[in-house]
Every structure is written in structure tokens, then in C-alpha cells.
């Protein structure tokens, strides 16, 4: 198997690094961290391990989420397998310069203290070449507003786990709305729905962390 498919391989199947114990088959063995060392070691382009083998596999890793092939702590692992390998390129991606396709600012809605699912979008969007600006959780309107204006172009992606948090969100769509930024909003989360994100304004709405991938390069037109 060449050093990229192999990559690829232990991303999919989340296997960090050779300490880590998942899954079980491949404990011992070389994982992400370790191959991406190798690539880098061999001269390997930094553009072709990032997209051949970091970013295409997490497309594998979001479509067998959706099929009902993985679950969550699967795609967990998976994400944090393309984190560890993504860490190792970034001072290489800085000299070369290369431009993520878009930044997009997320948190946790305010009142509301859940992140897991907030986590796992981050680490989606960040494995399909989006800048990651993670506010964190319980976030006010006035705390997006101001990641915002710092960042002229960008989206804004808000989740929300309990039902009374998400009429907070339509503080920050309103904010946005009535801004001359240019700022885009997507919305997701166990309670939120489609309808729910039409009726506030939103942009876009996810189901879950593979749709908001696919919503955000929507919503910037890629």
C-alpha cells in the first residue's frame, strides 16, 4: 500500500498513533502522526498529503456516518486521527502559503453548555480546509458579532442542544442581518430543524457534521 493510501486507511479508521488502542487491531502499529512524519521525511508534497490523504479520507469518514456505518465515537476518533496529522503540516502549510477555502467562526449558543457536537463540526470543517474559529460554548451575540467583524467574508455556525437555547439564536441572525459584513449564518443541532432555520433567516441548516461540511461550501458558493 503506498504511504498515502496507508494514511488515508488509518485516518478512516482513526488509529492516531502507534500508542493508541483503537481500534484494537492496529494497536502498535504506525498511525496518522507517525506516517504523515514518514511522508514529510520522503519530501512528499505538503499540498498532496493534506488532500489526497487527510482531507478525501474525512469525505470517506462523513459518508459512512451518514450510511449508518460508523457512529459518532468512530468518527471521533477518525477526526481526531486527522487532527494529529493535520498538526504536523501546519508550519509547512504557512511557508508554502497555502489559503484555507474559507473561515467560519462556530460556538455553542448562549445558555447552552454542550460542545460535543460543536467539536466534531469544528474538526469536519477543519479536515475540509476551512480556518476554524472556535468561540466555544454559551456564546453571546455580542461575542459572534465582535469574531465577525474581525473576520470580513465568513460564516457563522451556531448549535444549540436544549429547545429554550435557540430563540437566542435569532439575536445573532438579526445582528448579522442588520450588519453591512457580508456574514453568512448556519444553524444545527438535536432540536434545530430546517423549518426552524427558515424561520429565523438563517442561511443554511445541518443535520449533522458531514451536512454542515457540505452547507458551508454551499452557502460561499465552492
Given at each position: 500500500m503506498k504511504l498515502?493510501?496507508?494514511i488515508k486507511d488509518r485516518v478512516i479508521r482513526g488509529?492516531?498513533?502507534?500508542?493508541?488502542?483503537?481500534?484494537?487491531?492496529?494497536?502498535?502499529?504506525?498511525?496518522?502522526?507517525?506516517?504523515?512524519?514518514?511522508?514529510?521525511?520522503?519530501?512528499?508534497?505538503?499540498?498532496?498529503?493534506?488532500?489526497?490523504?487527510l482531507?478525501?479520507?474525512?469525505?470517506?469518514?462523513?459518508?459512512?456516518?451518514?450510511?449508518?456505518?460508523?457512529?459518532v465515537p468512530e468518527m471521533l476518533f477518525s477526526a481526531k486521527a486527522m487532527k494529529s496529522g493535520l498538526a504536523l503540516l501546519k508550519p509547512f502549510l504557512i511557508k508554502e502559503n497555502q489559503k484555507s477555502i474559507g473561515t467560519i467562526i462556530i460556538g455553542t449558543i448562549k445558555g447552552d453548555m454542550h460542545d460535543i457536537g460543536k467539536n466534531l463540526v469544528g474538526?469536519?470543517?477543519?479536515?475540509?480546509?476551512?480556518?476554524?474559529?472556535?468561540?466555544?460554548?454559551?456564546?453571546?451575540?455580542?461575542?459572534?458579532?465582535?469574531?465577525?467583524?474581525?473576520?470580513?467574508?465568513?460564516?457563522?455556525?451556531?448549535?444549540?442542544?436544549?429547545?429554550?437555547?435557540?430563540?437566542?439564536?435569532?439575536?445573532?441572525?438579526?445582528?448579522?442581518k442588520a450588519s453591512d459584513l457580508g456574514t453568512k449564518v448556519i444553524i444545527g443541532g438535536a432540536p434545530v430543524s430546517e423549518a426552524f432555520s427558515n424561520e429565523i433567516g438563517a442561511d443554511g441548516?445541518?443535520?449533522?457534521?458531514?451536512?454542515?461540511?457540505?452547507?458551508?461550501?454551499?452557502?460561499m458558493g465552492i
Open positions: 498515502i493510501d496507508k488509529h492516531i498513533n502507534a500508542n493508541s488502542r483503537f481500534p484494537k487491531d492496529l494497536t502498535g502499529k504506525e498511525g496518522v502522526e507517525e506516517l504523515v512524519q514518514k511522508a514529510i521525511d520522503e519530501k512528499i508534497s505538503v499540498g498532496k498529503i493534506l488532500n489526497e490523504a482531507i478525501s479520507s474525512m469525505s470517506v469518514v462523513g459518508d459512512k456516518y451518514e450510511t449508518g456505518e460508523i457512529f474538526m469536519m470543517l477543519e479536515g475540509a480546509g476551512f480556518e476554524v474559529i472556535d468561540l466555544g460554548v454559551d456564546i453571546t451575540k455580542e461575542k459572534f458579532m465582535d469574531a465577525a467583524e474581525k473576520n470580513p467574508g465568513s460564516i457563522i455556525g451556531m448549535s444549540a442542544l436544549l429547545t429554550v437555547t435557540m430563540k437566542n439564536m435569532k439575536e445573532v441572525v438579526d445582528a448579522v441548516y445541518a443535520l449533522n457534521a458531514n451536512q454542515a461540511v457540505r452547507v458551508a461550501k454551499a452557502v
